[in-house]
């Protein structure tokens, strides 16, 4: 079987970012041949599955003190277990979502949250049209009852689902509020403190990249 070498306690905040990137594609596959039964899996099968080298595989579970066994693999359970304490522990992260509009509910009804450990336990809007209402199972308060229901619901992560003119207040408030773990879906750009976790997630940006890809492949059929 693999080797079982635990990683120091402070593996998590030393590794690069491009493998802490790739780790949570780990987590996917992982979980998934988990439910399918599976208990081994090789770098070039995991690699695979993650859309990478099977050497890019080694040297990100070699981070995390994970060696496989020559001929046998990794010990598929023993990897869940590992990647998923240093993504975020054993324990779930709540979420609270800033904003009840479309891309709000459609966020808060996305079961991948919850179970990849982080379940939707607020949403907060400043539409008094939406406020009240239920979600997913989740009530929409006011936002500005957010410092209120980040203690209430223990919040860790907030994310922002907000037009863009609003993205900045939503994120202020959020960090107003004792969140420092910020995913922004918002078209824009938004700053916060050195002590809070910022990603940003612009699905507009990704379709022109893709855009522009498929316009370059257009161009060399043309041209071919």
Not at 57 to 83: P, W
Not at 122 to 137: H, W
């Amino acid at each position: 079987m693999a080797a079982r070498n635990d990683p120091p306690a402070d593996t998590a905040g030393s590794l690069p970012e491009a493998t802490v990137v790739r780790l949570p594609v780990y987590f996917r596959g992982l979980v998934e041949l988990a439910e399918d039964g599976t208990t081994t899996v090789s770098s070039q099968q995991l690699a695979e599955l993650a859309g990478v080298n099977a050497a890019k595989v080694r040297k990100d579970l070699s981070y995390l003190g994970s060696y496989g066994t020559r001929g046998v693999g990794y010990d598929v359970g023993f990897l869940v277990q590992q990647i998923g304490r240093i993504l975020g522990g054993s324990e779930p992260a709540p979420v609270v979502i800033v904003g009840a509009g479309n891309l709000g509910k459609a966020l808060s009804r996305y079961d991948g949250f919850g179970a990849s450990g982080f379940p939707v336990a607020a949403i907060v809007d400043a539409d008094p049209v939406v406020v009240g209402r239920r979600i997913a199972g989740v009530t929409v308060r006011h936002v500005d009852e957010l410092p209120k229901v980040v203690k209430e619901s223990c919040c860790l992560v907030g994310i922002v689902a907000t037009p863009a003119a609003a993205a900045q207040s939503a994120v202020d408030r959020l960090v107003a509020a004792g969140v420092r773990s910020i995913l922004n879906f918002a078209p824009t750009l938004v700053t916060v403190p050195d002590d809070v976790g910022l990603r940003k997630v612009d699905l507009a940006t990704e379709l022109h990249i893709l855009g522009y890809y498929e316009h370059r492949r257009g161009a060399t059929r043309a041209t071919g």
